[in-house]
Structures are given as C-alpha cells and as structure tokens.
C-alpha cells in the first residue's frame, strides 16, 4: 500500500523557519518524483517544488525559490521541504505527492499518490 505521511507543520512567526518531512512506503523511491504542494483556504492547490528521486533535479515555484529549498535521503525514503524566511501568505496546508513521470511538476492532476496534508500558519 502506498503510503505519503507529512509532518513538521505548525505555527511560526513571520522570517521564521519550518522543516516538512514526507515519509514514503509501499512504492519503489528511487523511481519516483514527490512533489509539494499547498492549498490555502478558498484558493487551488499550488505547486511548491518537486524533487527526482533518481537524479535529484529540483524545481520551485517562483513564489518560494530562494526560500525554499527540496531535498531527499533514499535510504529513509523521505523527502524535506525546508521553509525559510515564511511570509504570512505562506499560510496553507501542505501536501507531498508521488508520480513516476509528472507531466507538469507543478500539476496537481499529474501526481497519482497523496499525503493527507500538514498545516503551517505564518502570524505577522
């Protein structure tokens, strides 16, 4: 059974900092690309960054590049988002997804596999 679990979510202030793990089971790692997303209220879900699993190129949104940063350790199957510099706007829940070949990384509809979301909330 594929399984995307999300943790590290919580409240922080605004410039503060927060580390998302997404733990992955039941698939073969190595093979896939997880992405992070957000969807905060009222608004569509967005895409955040992505990482390949197999050769570790990333990719972000313009939104978050320079803050944010995608990385993956393959032998804890796990894939962090380390958030920086958090602006209010950064509000939202947070999904990682896993798709072996996205057709968009940044498509929500290219990724087959979810995590059941962690909410972060950045306070002015």
């Known amino acids: 059974e594929v399984q995307l679990v999300e943790s590290g979510g919580g409240l922080v202030q605004a410039g503060g900092s927060l580390r998302l793990p997404c733990a992955a089971s039941?698939?073969?790692?190595?093979?896939?690309?997880i992405g992070w997303f957000r969807q905060a209220p009222g608004k569509g879900r967005e895409g955040v960054s992505c990482?390949?699993?197999?050769?570790?190129?990333?990719y972000y949104a313009h939104s978050v590049k320079g803050r944010f940063t995608i990385s993956s350790d393959n032998a804890k199957n796990t894939v962090y988002l380390q958030m920086n510099s958090l602006k209010p706007e950064d509000t939202a829940v947070y999904y990682c997804?896993?798709?072996?070949?996205?057709?968009?990384?940044?498509?929500?509809?290219?990724?087959?596999?979810w995590g059941q979301g962690t909410q972060v909330t950045v306070s002015s």
């Open positions: 997804a896993a798709d072996r070949r996205p057709t968009g990384w940044s498509a929500a509809n290219a990724y087959d596999y």
């Open positions: 990482i390949s699993s197999s050769d570790g190129v990333t």
């Open positions: 039941g698939f073969t790692f190595d093979d896939y690309h």
